[in-house]
């Protein structure tokens, strides 16, 4: 074989190897642009070369949806009301909720640098008129013992203008930490009552959504309020037993409630819930037995905040037990 002929042969070769080598690392690259693509959105321009770059964490479901994909599990449960021309909302379609019920349901979340748990997923008006829904939580521990309303010249049980309310919506809300803040968006509580807790938890959740009405409201007293922090209504409290309980409301110190709703303390707390009658001075609240009972708005009761996530709020890691509590991100 001659010289040429044996170099023109080593370059082909050469020339084989060089292909296959470009090949594969063409294959890698793209490789990893696919993947760097698939797990971003965000485009960002390198400071050096001035070239645009794709880069940004993959999009998370949002809690909401992470926690009504796990109705069935864990004490949560599907609730539908149906639509109810009376009522402030559902009041042309039925409303579908996600309650946490029984004992210790996996319904523990972390918020504020504390332990909270999540009451459950609910059609949320944002006092606008827009309703989506959001998961509501409740503070585990108390923030202490106040009056529902320590001024006794005006407002009464009048939740909109009651010295707790301002308090929650104000020192409380502001020494949150800012991250927390971010996580919170207005909601509307419904601020309807009745003459007597003698009822079933689901009569309760209608008479407190009612739009008007002189057996579900005190003389001027508005029907809903738009505000940041609240309490629960005594419907939460309700639902939060699970079916071993078939009680009415103030029979609700009965073993079968009080050892299957995890809502229970025994610990005397305030609900955002009044009596209406023309005694315009008592609210409901928890007894410690568990019963629903009644109290001197001028009381001093245990409170723990409730509030309503915003929309966009994401689960980031935990399973919702005790010992590893949902972790929010935003």
């Known amino acids: 074989m001659s010289f040429y002929k044996l170099l023109n042969k080593d370059i082909k070769e050469l020339n084989g190897i060089i292909v296959s080598l470009f090949s594969v690392l063409f294959l890698v690259g793209v490789g990893f642009i696919l993947y760097k693509v698939s797990n971003s959105y965000a ?132 020494n949150l930490n800012s991250t927390s803040k971010s996580m919170i968006e207005n909601a509307k509580y419904y601020l309807g009552g009745y003459q007597n807790s003698t009822i079933v938890k689901e009569e309760m959740y209608i008479y407190e959504r009612k739009i008007s009405g002189t057996e579900y409201y005190f003389g001027n007293n508005p029907n809903s309020t738009i505000n940041k922090i609240g309490l629960i209504y005594i419907s939460d409290y309700g639902y939060a037993a699970s079916d071993d309980c078939a009680e009415i409301l103030s029979n609700y110190d009965d073993i079968s409630c009080t050892s299957n709703n995890w809502l229970y303390t025994g610990e005397y707390e305030w609900l955002l819930t009044y009596e209406v009658s023309q005694d315009y001075t008592f609210i409901f609240d928890i007894h410690s037995s568990g019963k629903i009972a009644l109290d001197m708005f001028d009381i001093e009761n245990m409170v723990r905040p409730v509030l309503y996530l915003s929309s966009d709020v994401m689960i980031t890691g935990g399973t919702g037990t005790s010992s590893d509590p949902y972790i929010l991100s935003k």
Do not use: C, M
């Open 43 to 174: 485009l960002f321009e390198d400071s050096l070369t001035g070239s645009k770059i794709i880069e940004v964490e993959a999009s998370l479901p949002s809690a909401v949806d992470t926690i009504i994909a796990k109705v069935g599990t864990g004490g949560l449960e599907e609730i539908i009301h149906e639509a109810d021309s009376t009522l402030q909302i559902g009041t042309t379609s039925d409303i579908t909720e996600y309650r946490y019920r029984g004992s210790n349901p996996d319904n523990y979340v972390t918020f504020n640098d504390e332990i909270w748990r999540i009451i459950g997923v609910f059609p949320t008006d944002d006092g606008t008129g827009n309703i989506e829904n959001r998961i509501k939580i409740i503070r585990n521990d108390s923030i202490g013992t106040y009056a529902w309303n320590s001024n006794s010249r005006t407002a009464y049980n009048n939740w909109s203008e009651a010295t707790l309310n301002t308090y929650l919506n104000n020192d409380y809300y502001n």
